[in-house]
């Protein structure tokens, strides 16, 4: 993290600096992005709270496909995927190579962070979080958001508890994430992908825009994070249309491009359910991406396009692993199901935090367990790394060793019905508590 903010004052006064710069400068860019309606949406968002979510994987999946099927030019994919590869340096928990061969389930996880946007060259935090589970035997994608809030210890770093998740990709990268997530939930992670919210940009505009239907009424403003100002994005509910208000002028648009789906997807000051409220609506937008993708892949396979999106993109799938998957994997798209972990509110030194008690974390695990064919097994440590007793009672947090008797303490919030119920409940009689046929034999030694 070499030049880099090393606390949250310094970076708060790092973009403090930027913004008076770009103040003085004539103000941020306009977007040249393709908007529903023509001409533009104005400026890009100054907030941090945007939709950064990481859609690599089921964006490479489907130009891979779309490569396979139509012979789009194998060299110029591969360039372009090459360039998007970065390597943690972990070892894998497993042969992941085996796995894929064999057409077996697979994790990745989804990372997003708005590096780069406004300028930012610092490394941030990753305030998208999704673990995905890819089942083609039963044709089944699970994505399961993590709260970027939940209170944890990252790997290695256990000297700064308490922390937020969102924090261990800005202490370690992703080499760090995976650690404090395979060990908090005891799932492995096969493979790992981060994007930018440039790039979630790119690819909704390439695609023509989306139609999402809004699960609540609501105003907001990219600059404010409220609904005020002079630019506001108004969304209704249970219609996927949508106003935007700019300097006076009104128009109405029937579907969202790159900037109105960003817009959509961060708010959460105004939410009844918060930032789990904003997570229901992220998945939204990231299924919406996926049905327009798969009607049309052939929209997202040309060089420029690729080249593009890789500059916003890094994962530690090679272009092998790639073409795998595209060949074994495509019906595991049929059926996309989403889920999220619930905590409960405590305040902490990191800030408004959510704690993720051991029987949720359990559930999660089972889940996700589950959908990958692995036997049953509990969860991991409430934190991931391990805390001192005395760091936690200073806190006023509990241990792992008194976690089962906390759980109704912290016990956590249903769904608003705004959002339905966010648990899977696809398996309709097999063994959603991970008890299952374990599928790897070899590969899936540890787990």
């Given at each position: 993290?070499?030049?880099?903010?090393?606390?949250?004052?310094?970076?708060?006064?790092?973009?403090?600096?930027?913004?008076k710069r770009k103040k003085?400068?004539?103000?941020?860019?306009?977007?040249?992005?393709?908007?529903?309606?023509?001409?533009?949406?104005?400026?890009?968002?100054?907030?941090?709270?945007?939709?950064?979510?990481?859609?690599?994987?089921?964006?490479?999946?489907?130009?891979?496909?779309?490569?396979?099927?139509?012979?789009?030019?194998?060299?110029?994919?591969?360039?372009?995927?090459?360039?998007?590869?970065?390597?943690?340096?972990?070892?894998?928990?497993?042969?992941?190579?085996?796995?894929?061969?064999?057409?077996?389930?697979?994790?990745?996880?989804?990372?997003?962070?708005?590096?780069?946007?406004?300028?930012?060259?610092?490394?941030?935090?990753?305030?998208?979080?999704?673990?995905?589970?890819?089942?083609?035997?039963?044709?089944?994608?699970?994505?399961?958001?993590?709260?970027?809030?939940?209170?944890?210890?990252?790997?290695?770093?256990?000297?700064?508890?308490?922390?937020?998740?969102?924090?261990?990709?800005?202490?370690?990268?992703?080499?760090?994430?995976?650690?404090?997530?395979?060990?908090?939930?005891?799932?492995?992670?096969?493979?790992?992908?981060?994007?930018?919210?440039?790039?979630?940009?790119?690819?909704?505009?390439?695609?023509?825009?989306?139609?999402?239907?809004?699960?609540?009424?609501?105003?907001?403003?990219?600059?404010?994070?409220?609904?005020?100002?002079?630019?506001?994005?108004?969304?209704?509910?249970?219609?996927?249309?949508?106003?935007?208000?700019?300097?006076?002028?009104?128009?109405?648009?029937?579907?969202?491009?790159?900037?109105?789906?960003?817009?959509?997807?961060?708010?959460?000051?105004?939410?009844?359910?918060?930032?789990?409220?904003?997570?229901?609506?992220?998945?939204?937008?990231?299924?919406?991406?996926?049905?327009?993708?798969?009607?049309?892949?052939?929209?997202?396979?040309?060089?420029?396009?690729?080249?593009?999106?890789?500059?916003?993109?890094?994962?530690?799938?090679?272009?092998?692993?790639?073409?795998?998957?595209?060949?074994?994997?495509?019906?595991?798209?049929?059926?996309?199901?989403?889920?999220?972990?619930?905590?409960?509110?405590?305040?902490?030194?990191?800030?408004?935090?959510?704690?993720?008690?051991?029987?949720?974390?359990?559930?999660?695990?089972?889940?996700?367990?589950?959908?990958?064919?692995?036997?049953?097994?509990?969860?991991?440590?409430?934190?991931?790394?391990?805390?001192?007793?005395?760091?936690?009672?200073?806190?006023?947090?509990?241990?792992?060793?008194?976690?089962?008797?906390?759980?109704?303490t912290y016990g956590t919030?249903?769904?608003?019905?705004?959002?339905?119920?966010?648990?899977?409940?696809?398996?309709?009689?097999?063994?959603?508590?991970?008890?299952?046929?374990?599928?790897?034999?070899?590969?899936?030694?540890?787990?």
């Amino acid at each position: 993290m070499d030049n880099e903010p090393q606390t949250r004052s310094a970076r708060r006064e790092a973009e403090t600096k930027q913004n008076k710069r770009k103040k003085r400068e004539g103000g941020p860019r306009n977007l040249k992005g393709l908007t529903p309606g023509g001409g533009n949406h104005g400026p890009r968002p100054r907030k941090k709270h945007s939709i950064r979510n990481a859609i690599l994987f089921v964006i490479a999946l489907l130009v891979l496909a779309a490569g396979v099927m139509f012979g789009i030019a194998y060299s110029n994919t591969k360039n372009a995927i090459d360039s998007s590869f970065e390597g943690t340096g972990l070892t894998k928990t497993r042969n992941v190579s085996k796995v894929i061969k064999k057409g077996k389930p697979f994790s990745i996880l989804l990372l997003g962070t708005d590096t780069g946007e406004l300028d930012r060259n610092y490394k941030g935090r990753t305030d998208s979080l999704m673990l995905v589970t890819v089942n083609p035997k039963k044709e089944k994608v699970t994505i399961m958001s993590l709260p970027r809030d939940s209170v944890i210890a990252p790997i290695g770093y256990e000297n700064q508890f308490p922390q937020k998740l969102n924090s261990a990709y800005e202490y370690g990268s992703a080499k760090t994430t995976i650690k404090t997530i395979q060990k908090w939930l005891n799932v492995p992670i096969d493979y790992y992908a981060l994007v930018n919210m440039n790039g979630l940009e790119k690819v909704i505009d390439q695609l023509g825009g989306v139609k999402v239907k809004s699960p609540l009424t609501f105003g907001y403003n990219p600059y404010t994070a409220h609904n005020n100002g002079e630019i506001i994005y108004n969304f209704k509910k249970n219609s996927s249309t949508y106003t935007l208000n700019k300097n006076g002028s009104k128009k109405t648009y029937s579907k969202m491009d790159g900037a109105a789906a960003l817009a959509f997807s961060r708010m959460r000051y105004d939410d009844p359910q918060g930032d789990y409220g904003r997570q229901a609506r992220q998945r939204l937008v990231l299924q919406a991406i996926v049905d327009k993708a798969k009607s049309n892949p052939t929209k997202l396979v040309n060089q420029k396009f690729l080249s593009t999106i890789s500059d916003s993109t890094k994962t530690d799938l090679t272009f092998g692993d790639m073409l795998t998957v595209a060949s074994k994997y495509l019906s595991a798209a049929k059926t996309i199901k989403t889920d999220n972990a619930q905590g409960t509110s405590v305040a902490l030194t990191s800030g408004s935090s959510e704690l993720i008690t051991q029987s949720e974390k359990q559930r999660v695990t089972n889940t996700l367990r589950s959908s990958l064919g692995l036997k049953h097994k509990k969860t991991g440590t409430l934190y991931g790394g391990n805390v001192p007793e005395s760091l936690l009672s200073a806190n006023g947090l509990p241990s792992d060793n008194t976690s089962s008797s906390t759980d109704s303490t912290y016990g956590t919030t249903s769904s608003d019905s705004t959002y339905g119920t966010t648990t899977d409940g696809t398996y309709d009689g097999t063994d959603t508590t991970g008890g299952g046929t374990d599928y790897y034999g070899d590969a899936g030694a540890g787990y």
